[in-house]
C-alpha cells in the first residue's frame, strides 16, 4: 500500500490519512496495522493523565519543547475532549498548541470519544503504533484518566505521568488505590499556587505507605507492577513558566533506562499483548456468534431470562450450540 511507505518514509500526510483510516475502520486497521508493525517497537509511549484543568496540555507543550531541544521527534495523542489539542480549553492556550504543532518534528493528533470505550483505547493503541512507525521517538498521550478506556490507554504505555495540583488532598484519597498503581512519575502541577509543598508531602507519604511494593505484580489492569525497585519521584511543576519540566524530563527518561535495565520493558511488552490478543480473539469469536446466530433468537432467549424461563448459562450454551 502506498501510504504505508510513505508513513515510514516520514510523509506526515500519510500519517494523518492512516490515522483517519483506522480510526474510522476496524477491518482497515486488520489490513494496515500488519503492514506496519515491523517498523514499530522504537517509541518511548508516556501516558500524561490527570483531572480536567491540572496543567497537563500545558506540561505536555513544555515537555515537547524540552524534547525537541534534544532533537527527539514527538507526536501528541489527545483523548481528552477538553484538551487545548482538540480544540476545548482557552484562546491562549489554543495558540500555543498551535505554534506547537508547526514544528515538522511534533505531529499532534486528537482522537474522537464517540464511538465505544473498547473501540477508543483500540483506535488509541492503533495511531500509536502509526506514529511509532513514522518515525517518532517519543509519543505523548493526554487522557483524564477517568473512565474504563482511560484506564486501558494508560496501561498501553511505558511511563506514566500523573498530573495533580495543590489542594487535591481529598481527591488523592479518593482516588489513591488506582492512581498509585498506575503511576511511574507524580507531577504537582501549578506550584505557583499555595499548599503545593503540603501536596507533595500527602503523595510521599501514601507512596511510602502503599503496598505496591510489596504486593509483587499487580492484579489490577493489563499493566504488570513488578518493579519493586522504582519508587516513583515526586516533581514540582509550573507548567505556564516550564519550572521543573527539565526534572520531569530527566525522570521519564531515568523511568525508561530502568524498564530496559531491569527487563521489565520485556515482561510488559508481553503481558500487553498477550492481552491485546485476548481482546482481539474475544472480539472475533463473539462477532462470529453473532453473524450466524438466527434473525430474532438472541431476543427471545434474552426475553426467556428475563421472564426465568431460563439462566443465562443456559442461553449461552444455547447460542453456542446453535452457531457452531
Ligand atoms: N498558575 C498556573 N496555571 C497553570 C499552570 N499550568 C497550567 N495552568 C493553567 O491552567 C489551565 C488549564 O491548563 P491545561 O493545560 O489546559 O489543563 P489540562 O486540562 O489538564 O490539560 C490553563 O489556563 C493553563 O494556562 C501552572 O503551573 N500554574
Ligand atoms: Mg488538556
Not at 6 to 29: C, S, V
Not at 55 to 81: H, Q, W, Y
Not at 108 to 117: A, K, P
Not at 233 to 245: D, F, L, M, R
Request: glycine share 10%; charged share 30%.
Amino acid at each position: 500500500m502506498g501510504l504505508v511507505d510513505d508513513l515510514i518514509n516520514g510523509d506526515r500526510k500519510a500519517a494523518a490519512k492512516l490515522i483517519t483510516i483506522i480510526e474510522n475502520d476496524t477491518n482497515k486497521a486488520r489490513e494496515i496495522i500488519p503492514l506496519i508493525y515491523p517498523c514499530t517497537g522504537n517509541a518511548h509511549v508516556i501516558g500524561v493523565t490527570g483531572p480536567p484543568g491540572a496543567g497537563k496540555s500545558a506540561l505536555i507543550e513544555k515537555l515537547t519543547g524540552e524534547l525537541r531541544r534534544k532533537d527527539k521527534t514527538v507526536g501528541i495523542i489527545a483523548v481528552d475532549p477538553t484538551s487545548p489539542f482538540t480544540g476545548g480549553a482557552l484562546l491562549g492556550d489554543r495558540i500555543r498548541m498551535q505554534e506547537l504543532s508547526m514544528d515538522k518534528g511534533v505531529f499532534i493528533r486528537s482522537m474522537g470519544t464517540r464511538g465505544n470505550l473498547g473501540g477508543l483505547a483500540r483506535a488509541t493503541n492503533d495511531v500509536i503504533r502509526i506514529l511509532d512507525a513514522f518515525g517518532r521517538d517519543v509519543i505523548i498521550i493526554e487522557t483524564v484518566g477517568a473512565g474504563q478506556a482511560d484506564v486501558d490507554i494508560m496501561h498501553a504505555v511505558h511511563t506514566s505521568v500523573i498530573v495533580m495540583v495543590p489542594g487535591m488532598g481529598d481527591d488523592i484519597q479518593a482516588i489513591k488505590a488506582g492512581i498509585l498503581e498506575i503511576g511511574d512519575i507524580f507531577v504537582v502541577n501549578k506550584a505557583d499556587k499555595n499548599g503545593v509543598d503540603r501536596t507533595v508531602m500527602e503523595l510521599e507519604m501514601m507512596l511510602d505507605i502503599s503496598d505496591r511494593f510489596t504486593k509483587g505484580e499487580s492484579t489490577v489492569g493489563a499493566r504488570p507492577k513488578m518493579d519493586k525497585g522504582w519508587r516513583p519521584p515526586v516533581i514540582k511543576t509550573i507548567a505556564t513558566s516550564g519550572v521543573g519540566v527539565p526534572d520531569l524530563q530527566g525522570k521519564i527518561e531515568e523511568h525508561m533506562e530502568y524498564m530496559r535495565r531491569t527487563n521489565i520493558l520485556q515482561m510488559q511488552e508481553k503481558k500487553r499483548i498477550e492481552n491485546e490478543l485476548m481482546a482481539i480473539i474475544r472480539n472475533r469469536m463473539t462477532e462470529h456468534t453473532m453473524e450466524r446466530i438466527k434473525d430474532g433468537e438472541y431476543d427471545e432467549l434474552v426475553q426467556k431470562v428475563v421472564t426465568h424461563e431460563l439462566d443465562s448459562y443456559s442461553a449461552a450454551d444455547e447460542i453456542l450450540r446453535s452457531c457452531h
